[in-house]
């Protein structure tokens, strides 16, 4: 490992959980926060990814190690860490204190179920892997300003053969013991692989994307010996980045010649088990496939009368399904698939933000300190790429957050869709919460930057019809888009469920989203392929907005008119991302304290 030996890391981490005689409630909670951080900083020494993304130390030079056995010793630690944690006195801990033990108790647990099913986890997919986090590990997180940067840069370079050929045999493994991503995942993979290897210095016009890329930041910089450093790059990329690419999609041509046309969790091995428990990892609550499957039923039925009655305000008639086929195929709801169209489509969104942010304090009174910018998703991902995604920024603000849109095919990103999805991704979503978590610094820092996906995700879903309630939602099409997207998650409660637990097949999964969503249908093949390749994920949206509504109208019924919107929304924000029975908690105490 790298950092500390791990003998001197539990011995540090025992002297901080041995209780002193006499130690108050302020004592104890400073030893408690003071074991978070010792474990945070092990973290973080031991994966240059995340140093990266946080943006300290400087820029890395290596990749993070995914063999079998860094797994198993983190595991370990993790272990270690829980027996710590245990030493702790709770009745001398401040409720904040003992909070936060919560959040660690759940992080680690959580852990150590994903490790339990680490093999069963598709490492390499058209939603993620090697293909996708190496070069947007350099393009967005790894900066040049000096001469060492970019050196660290080139070394990276050289180091992705090694790293891939780590995640080569951890396929191996998983393929050993029947489990194989779906057939459909290898030539969308592949094609993500290939289009980093075209261009200079491989062949073909222009520059290779991270080549590219490297160029940009050194001339930004105005480093001196730019060609010198260019050289090495290209040394790089020919030494260690494409033979260890190369060598990653010819395993993946073999593997897909093999053949892997089961999908979903129930063809794996334990896979019920499998999937029930990446349902409670997920969604950080005990549910189950039934249970989740039986209120995706009821959202969708409850959206579709909320839309039925909308639409006779947009004056269009017919039922549900044929105003479903008349949004998919009429130009009028979508933007051009010109420059363009493409253009005003970027420009519409941001007027969408700014606006909403200029009215934000009707909504929370917590703002985002870092900028956001806007940007389109680059040509070489674009074919596996989601239709949009957000990546915060730094936590001191270098560097801004970016949404990510897709503009490859016009038709998945509909006119009447775009309110919503702005504020999702930006503002009230994604960025407000991201970058207001980041400014919460008297919270331990492994919650600032941890994270949950019914937490981020339900927020967003949720921050989706905040703008509604003072108003922004004026065009009808535009309110039909809200409905349209919180029925696509709703949808999901099904569609996950169905393929993973009850056996449905891609193409029933497919023609249920075709006759009760008003998605096209390339978007939502695209949907159903990315459930199928990450089980249980998709289910945390909707059970994430779902509990924070439970919340909200707890707080309304014993309130009353002492509830405001913003202070609801401040409680939900103000504590940093929780596991769901967590956030129940704290809200439940600001309940009791307005």
């Known amino acids: 490992m790298s950092g500390p030996d791990r003998r001197s890391i539990l011995l540090g981490g025992a002297a901080l959980a041995t209780p002193a005689p006499g130690f108050g409630r302020a004592g104890e909670t400073e030893r408690l926060n003071a074991f978070f951080e010792t474990v945070f900083q092990r973290r973080v020494s031991r994966s240059p990814s995340l140093q990266a993304r946080l943006g300290v130390g400087g820029p890395p030079s290596a990749w993070d190690d995914v063999g079998d056995a860094r797994a198993a010793e983190d595991a370990a630690l993790v272990r270690d860490d829980l027996e710590r944690l245990a030493r702790f006195d709770r009745d001398r801990l401040t409720p904040e204190a003992r909070l936060s033990a919560d959040v660690f108790a759940h992080d680690a647990h959580d ?73 459909f995942t290898y030539p969308l993979v592949i094609a993500n692989c290939e289009n980093l290897l075209r261009g200079a210095p491989f062949g073909g016009d222009g520059d290779s994307p991270i080549l590219a890329d490297f160029r940009q930041k050194v001339a930004a910089a105005g480093l001196a010996g730019a060609d010198g450093l260019l050289r090495e790059a290209r040394a790089g990329l020919n030494e260690g980045l494409a033979p260890g690419f190369r060598r990653l999609i010819h395993w993946l041509e073999t593997a897909a010649a093999r053949g892997s046309h089961r999908s979903g969790a129930g063809a794996l091995p334990d896979g019920q088990a499998y999937y029930a428990a990446m349902l409670r990892s997920h969604t950080t609550l005990p549910v189950d496939a039934a249970q989740v499957h039986e ?33 998919r195929s009429d130009p009028e709801f979508h933007y051009p698939a010109t420059d363009a169209g493409r253009a ?46 957000y990546f915060a920024g730094s936590p001191d603000g270098q560097r801004p957050g970016i949404l990510y ?18 504020y999702h991704e930006g503002v009230p979503g994604h960025h407000l919460e991201k970058a207001v978590t980041q400014q919460l610094t008297d919270l331990p820092r492994f919650r600032r930057h941890g994270g949950y996906t019914a937490y981020s995700e339900g927020w967003a879903l949720y921050a989706e019809q905040l703008p509604h309630e003072i108003g922004l939602y004026q065009d009808p099409l535009q309110d039909f888009g809200r409905l349209s997207s919180e029925l696509m998650r709703a949808g999901r409660l099904v569609v996950d469920t169905g393929l993973h637990a009850f056996g449905w097949s891609e193409a029933r999964a497919l023609d249920w989203l075709e006759r009760n969503t008003p998605n096209s249908r390339a978007d939502n093949l695209q949907a159903v392929r990315r ?61 009791a304290r307005s």
């Open 111 to 183: 852990h150590l179920l994903r490790f339990d099913w680490r093999r069963h986890h598709y490492p390499v997919c058209q939603m993620r892997g090697p293909q996708r986090s190496i070069p947007q590990g350099l393009i967005n997180n790894h900066p040049i300003a000096s001469r060492a940067d970019a050196q660290a840069y080139v070394a990276r370079l050289h180091a992705a053969g090694p790293h891939l050929d780590q995640i080569i045999a951890g396929l191996a493994q998983r393929e050993a013991m029947g489990i194989k991503p779906p057939d």
């Open 344 to 389: 005003a489509y970027l420009a519409d969104a941001a007027a969408v933000i700014r606006e909403v942010s200029g009215r934000l304090d009707e909504l929370t009174s917590l703002r985002p300190a870092g900028e956001m910018v806007i940007r389109r998703v680059e040509p070489w991902l674009e074919a596996s790429a989601g239709i949009a995604g």
């Open 295 to 327: 209120r995706g039923l009821s959202e969708v039925a409850r959206i579709h009368a909320e839309m039925a009655r909308l639409q006779a305000r947009i004056g269009l008639s017919g039922d549900l399904p044929a105003f479903f086929a008349h949004l």
């Open 531 to 591: 459930y199928l390749v990450t089980p249980g994920q998709a289910t945390a949206y909707a059970v994430g907005r779902l509990k924070i509504l439970e919340l909200r109208g707890r707080a309304q019924s014993r309130l009353g008119d002492r509830d405001r919107l913003p202070a609801f929304n401040d409680a939900v924000l103000a504590g940093g991302p929780l596991p769901l029975p967590l956030l129940e908690q704290v809200v439940e105490a600001w309940i």
């Open 405 to 422: 849109y897709n503009l490859r095919d016009m038709g998945n990103l509909p006119r009447f869709e775009l309110q919503a999805l702005a």
